[in-house]
């Protein structure tokens, strides 16, 4: 694998850690925990991020449908924690397959966007989903740390 998607997958996965520390130790009344309005549980910020993964790198980098249903991601309830990490650990797997098959030339391919139809490259994809997961993960942490007050 070229170093640039083993040094991605590096940041992926720190970010991936973030996520697994936000979840240590946490309950289930944690997990389905809503700290206000217009935010998420910590159920609903992992399934998001793996959905989000599985569409962006799926969907649009490899071209295989992820089949997701994004706003059953928002509802997700009564997940146990080994099931939300387990669901961690596919995502990343998955990512790292696809990435796998990547060569340097593919950063500047276009792909077309299913849900919108509009052209991007797989670099601003890669670059959108550790954007992404990186904002979650933030949420994530914070979660954590309210519910513990």
Known sequence: METFFTDYLKCLESLHNDLKGALDGIG??????????????????????????????????????????????????????????????ASFAYVQGVLESLTLADLAAARRVPRDNRQVTVSWVLGHVLAHVGVHAGHAQVTHQFFGR
Request: charged share 25%; aromatic share 6%; hydrophobic share 40%.
């Open 28 to 89: 289930q009344e944690a997990l389905d925990w809503i700290p206000g309005a217009e935010m998420n549980s910590l159920g609903v910020l992992v399934a998001h991020v793996c959905g989000s993964e599985g569409y962006w790198i799926g969907d649009v980098v490899a071209g295989v449908p992820s089949g997701r249903d994004r706003p059953a991601e928002f509802r997700t309830q009564g997940v146990p924690v080994e099931a939300l990490l387990e669901k961690l650990d």
